[in-house]
């Protein structure tokens, strides 16, 4: 592998790792529903794809900024790469699948 394929994994991994500690510790069930809803073969590749498909979820009646929403998923008002979020939704997903 090369580095940017490194970076790349390391993005999935972290965002999958983050994503199913916000799923068990701060999500709501109804936002996990939504996100349960969510065909990841159905996001576009472009890098806001996925932060969009999250906002939606999250924030469906579109109350919050970017930022605020950032900021209750990720812990900071920044956004992630498209690879961090796919996987961050993914694993959100898979967490809601095991209950």
């Not at 390391?10 to 109804?30: C, K, M, Q, S």
């Not at 809803?37 to 979820?57: C, K, M, P, W």
């Amino acid at each position: 592998m090369d580095d940017k394929e490194l970076e790349k994994q390391h993005r999935t991994e972290l965002g999958f790792g983050d994503g199913y500690a916000w799923a068990l510790e701060l999500a709501h069930d109804d936002e996990l529903t939504r996100l349960s809803q969510i065909n990841l073969g159905d996001i576009g590749d472009g890098e806001e794809a996925a932060f969009a498909v999250l906002r939606t979820a999250v924030d469906p009646d579109n109350e919050c900024s970017s930022e605020e929403i950032c900021a209750a998923c990720f812990g900071d008002a920044h956004r992630r790469s498209n690879e961090y979020t796919r996987a961050f939704i993914r694993a959100a997903q898979e967490y809601w699948l095991t209950l």
